[in-house]
């Protein structure tokens, strides 16, 4: 019975790559999609995708006619959306100049393909199986030296019950520009598979937002793949709270020298929500640096998993590698897993790394209490804190208050169920 | 009736006996020490009376005002007006001092009726207060505690105290790592708050500080009894002679 429901799903996607020719890049990627991945695969054995893969799903055929999408429009940005996996041309804003988004053809999307098959993510499920069944692959470039002053944000929706959607990404920062970037993942799907490929040429910058608010019943499985040139500079924070299961994995490649990454993320997880944060850092030239805080708050019976592998290369020297996560648990049967990992085989490094999961500090909970404060008020406070001064090392000025609000929504209904 | 009534208050750490019978009656109005050797209790009567969780009468009764404090969880007695400084404040990373300020004293205006004051009108407040522990606005910007030396950690509990206006404050060495200086500002903030109304229970090593905020009375603690009770002469006598005298004796 398992069985044959894994298989319906490989043969939904074989069935729908095989009106391609034999080459085609979605063919070769469906060929490489063999089941999902076991809990015996190391970066699997946190995050089982068991109950998922006993799910009937079917990839998506986009409607390119639903239209009942009316974003609100909340940072003043340039949007950018996507409905069933597919771009809408018809519900995005023109684009600013310099910064142009196009279809990718099967030749240049075959060159994808091989690209993400170089790096660690090849055998993720997101990465065959999407490149099996996006509409497309969208790429969006920013020129050389155009520095994007708004805010360009992407959102992505739409999708059904029993039915996977496929966003696919490539975004390329030529020479010298620079891009802040917000994505918002609303999807109303059984399965998102999001892939994404990010070049950062030299001196690029990117600033990156993501905020995981998928449906409740929603599991969403973001695959990203990073690589920096000399001098750029990626500023990445991710905010996940919505879903049953979601997981971000994301590898960065850092190569080219005094290349510069923040890769931050905080989880808000409650009833039976999991949430994953898996990243792999390469430090595969001199003089870069990397720096990740990672932040969880756990009620109901959720779990939260945080994966950071941090490698540097021999000749990888003068790396600064800096890596602390720390998770709160607010219930006695939520629970929260840190792995970090650190193959370092150059000697002239600094790599510090914590990583830590427990409660609420009793201390810090008795000195507001003798103050007066209610314990639930005291508890809020912590928690706020805990989150607040991160999100504002993490993203810029004038998004503060938007980022903090979205984590005090997720917040506010674990703080009241799990002080009553 | 006293403002604070401590009956053959006993309790237990870790199954370890550390009050062992204290009584003591604090009126409106005055001033109390206690003293006493390190590890006698002190500490742990003040945790007990603010009600820290495991800090739970084994036997014997508090009363402020006349009302039993055993039900109340801490944030209950600290709004009906009892405040302890502690010997080492915490540290609260993320939390800013003025919002801090403004709930605690939100909480406590609240529980007497009083209407909340207003985000221009508290700071206004808040700034005048401080500036009388000469805390200077930068530091109420700061996290509460986070970075501050250890007479600015003091000086920001005596803060605490003259805002939230307590009918009984404990204060638990606020003296200790306080420079001449420091010692006299703070002194002088406590000395402000006297009135015939309230009353103060400071706990202290030195004598030095009774030499500003002058006691009624001065009560010696040791293994969890008060062994002794007397005037401001008291502390003298320990300063002079130690305790192990007035241990012998008792
Ligand atoms: N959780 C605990 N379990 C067992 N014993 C404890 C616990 N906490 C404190 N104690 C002991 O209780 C005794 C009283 O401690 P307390 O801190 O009240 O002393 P103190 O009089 O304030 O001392 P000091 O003058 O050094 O501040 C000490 O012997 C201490 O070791
Ligand atoms: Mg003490």
Not at chain 1, 228 to 253: C, D, Q, V
Not at chain 2, 122 to 136: C, L, N, P, Q
Not at chain 2, 174 to 203: C, F, H, M, W, Y
């Amino acid at each position: 019975m398992q069985h044959s429901i894994k298989n319906y799903y490989i043969n939904s996607i074989k069935n729908y790559t095989n009106q391609f020719e034999d080459t085609n890049f979605r063919r070769i990627a469906c060929n490489d999609f063999k089941s999902w991945p076991s809990p015996r695969e190391e970066t699997w054995r946190l995050s089982r995708l068991g109950s998922l893969s006993r799910k009937k799903i079917k990839p998506i055929n986009p409607n390119l006619k639903k239209n009942n999408y009316n974003t609100l429009n909340l940072i003043g940005s340039t949007i950018i959306q996507f409905v069933d996996g597919a771009y809408r041309e018809d519900l995005s804003s023109k684009l600013p100049s310099g910064v142009n988004l196009s279809v990718l053809s099967d030749s240049e999307s075959l060159k994808y393909l091989q690209k993400i098959k170089k790096s660690n993510l090849s055998d993720h499920p997101s990465t065959n199986v999407s490149l099996s069944c996006t509409p497309s692959i969208m790429k969006l470039t920013v020129s050389k030296d155009i520095k994007v002053k708004d805010f360009l944000e992407i959102i992505y929706e739409g999708g059904e019950d029993s039915k996977s959607v496929h966003p696919v990404l490539y975004l390329e920062l030529e020479e010298n520009s620079s891009l802040y970037l917000i994505e918002r993942f609303n999807h109303l799907t059984s399965l998102a598979m999001p892939l994404q490929l990010i070049e950062l040429r030299n001196k690029a910058s990117l600033n990156s937002i993501k905020i995981f608010n998928d449906n409740e019943k929603t599991y969403n499985l973001s695959a990203n793949c990073v690589y920096l040139s000399k001098e750029s500079y990626l500023n990445s924070f991710s905010l996940i709270k919505g879903g049953i299961f979601t997981r971000s994995e994301t590898h960065a490649y850092l190569n080219g020298c005094n290349a510069k990454l923040n890769l931050n993320g905080i989880y808000i997880s409650c009833n039976k929500q999991h949430h994953d944060l898996t990243t792999a850092i390469y430090h595969d030239v001199p003089d870069c640096t990397s720096k990740q805080i990672v932040r969880g708050v756990l009620g109901g019976k959720s779990t939260g998993v945080f994966q950071g592998k941090v490698r540097v290369a021999k000749d990888a020297q003068r790396t600064d590698g800096q890596q602390m996560s720390r998770a709160i648990l607010l219930s006695d049967t939520a629970s929260a897993n840190a792995k970090p990992e650190l193959e370092i085989y150059a000697d002239d490094v600094i790599c510090a790394h914590g990583a830590t999961v427990g409660e609420l500090d009793d201390d810090q909970l008795f000195y507001l209490n003798s103050r007066g404060v209610h314990m639930d008020k005291a508890r809020e406070i912590l928690i706020k804190a805990f989150l607040e001064d991160m999100i504002n090392q993490s993203v810029d000025n004038s998004l503060h208050d938007f980022v903090f609000k979205e984590a005090e929504l997720a917040l506010s209904s674990i703080i009241t169920k799990e002080t009553l | 009736m006293s403002l604070l009534e401590i009956k053959n208050a006993h309790l237990k750490l870790d199954d370890k006996n550390i009050l062992n019978g204290v009584s003591l009656s604090v009126n409106k109005g005055e001033v109390h020490a206690i003293m006493g050797p390190n590890g006698s209790g002190k500490s742990t009567l003040s945790y007990m009376l603010a009600g820290r969780d495991g800090y739970e009468l084994e036997k014997g009764e508090i009363l402020l005002d006349g009302i039993s404090l055993s039900e109340m969880e801490a944030d209950e007695r600290a709004r009906s007006g009892l405040f302890l400084a502690f010997q080492y404040p915490v540290e609260l990373p993320g939390v800013g001092g003025m919002s801090f300020l403004r709930e605690a004293v939100n909480s406590r205006r609240k529980f007497l009726g009083e209407e909340e004051l207003d985000h221009l009108a508290f700071v206004k407040e808040a700034r005048k207060e401080a500036s009388k522990m000469y805390v200077k606005d930068e530091m109420l910007k700061r996290a509460v505690n986070v970075g501050f030396s250890g007479g600015e950690k003091k000086r920001f509990e005596i803060l605490q105290m003259a805002m939230l206006k307590p009918t009984v404050s404990i204060l638990d060495e606020t003296d200790s790592g306080l420079d001449v200086d420091a010692l006299k500002i703070v002194s002088d903030g406590v000395n402000a708050q006297r009135n015939s109304e309230n009353a103060i229970v400071v706990i202290t090593h030195y004598q030095r500080l009774l030499d500003y905020i002058v006691p009624d009375f001065v009560h010696i603690l040791s293994d969890g009894v008060i062994i002794k009770s007397a005037g401001p002469e008291l502390a003298l006598e320990v300063e002079k002679n130690g305790y192990s005298g007035l241990i012998n004796a008792a």
